[in-house]
């Protein structure tokens, strides 16, 4: 599996956008990026997931590279209600013998003042 | 939207007693997982269920632990012999079958187990 490496924590303020890079050199070429949100004492929340170059939805929009070695999470204009945890995983986590399997490291912790 | 429950909120237990924690994941998903967060650490795999049997464990899934879905919409865990240690809150996830890759496992709200 992929090792990730992601920043342990970053501060915001309201209305701005938030990038988040995680470092993933290893990935391979089945491998899927994929982000969690989780807010204290509640379950991780699904984002965004990708492959290459960019995704978008109503909620982030995910950047891959060409060589795919890293990924960046956008959060636009973001509130006090995004601080959490959020957590890049990355694997073959729809296929293949883990059966979805997924491996949380230590995530990224946001914290978004007013 | 569809939603993972999980119940009790929250179990405060003796150590060595019996402890059954209750999921129902969402209807239509056939592959069902555990996993456990001690207080200020990682998010832990412990089992996934599928097609009725354990596909996979973790380490920390030993024999004080086993799954069951008793019938159509529950999925268990059972802690035979709770230990201090097993203290942490519990999250049960599900997961549509493939055919779409894009597959997203979606959680339940936790259930806080305390053994004392």
């Known amino acids: 599996l992929a090792k990730t490496t992601q920043p342990i924590s970053m501060d915001s303020y309201e209305g701005q956008e938030v990038n988040i890079t995680c470092s993933h050199n290893?990935?391979?070429?089945?491998?899927?990026i994929t982000w969690y949100q989780q807010f204290p004492s509640q379950g991780p929340r699904f984002i965004i997931q990708?492959?290459?170059t960019k995704v978008t939805n109503e909620v982030a929009s995910l950047f891959i590279p060409a060589d795919r070695k890293s990924s960046t999470l956008s959060l636009p204009r973001v509130s006090l209600s995004d601080t959490a945890v959020y957590y890049c995983?990355?694997?073959?986590?729809?296929?293949?013998?883990?059966?979805?399997?997924?491996?949380f490291g230590r995530g990224t912790q946001l914290t978004v003042w007013p | 939207e569809p939603e993972v429950t999980q119940t009790p909120s929250h179990q405060v237990t003796q150590m060595g007693q019996e402890v059954i924690l209750r999921c129902v994941p969402i209807?239509?998903?056939?592959?069902f997982y555990w996993y456990r967060q001690i207080l200020g650490q990682k998010v832990e795999f412990l089992v996934s269920?599928?097609?009725?049997?354990?596909?996979?464990k973790s380490e920390i899934f030993d024999d004080q632990f086993s799954v069951e879905r008793p019938d159509g919409s529950n999925f268990t865990l059972k802690i035979r012999s709770t230990k201090l240690e097993d203290s942490a809150m519990y999250f049960c996830?599900?997961?549509?079958?493939?055919?779409?890759?894009?597959?997203?496992?979606?959680f339940g709200q936790g259930t806080r187990l305390t053994v004392v």
């Open positions: 995983l990355v694997g073959d986590i729809n296929r293949g013998s883990t059966l979805g399997r997924l491996y």
């Open positions: 996830a599900s997961k549509r079958e493939g055919g779409d890759r894009y597959t997203e496992a979606f």
């Open positions: 990708g492959y290459k």
């Open positions: 269920f599928y097609n009725n049997e354990i596909s996979e």
């Open positions: 209807s239509n998903h056939l592959y």
């Open positions: 290893n990935i391979a070429t089945n491998d899927y």
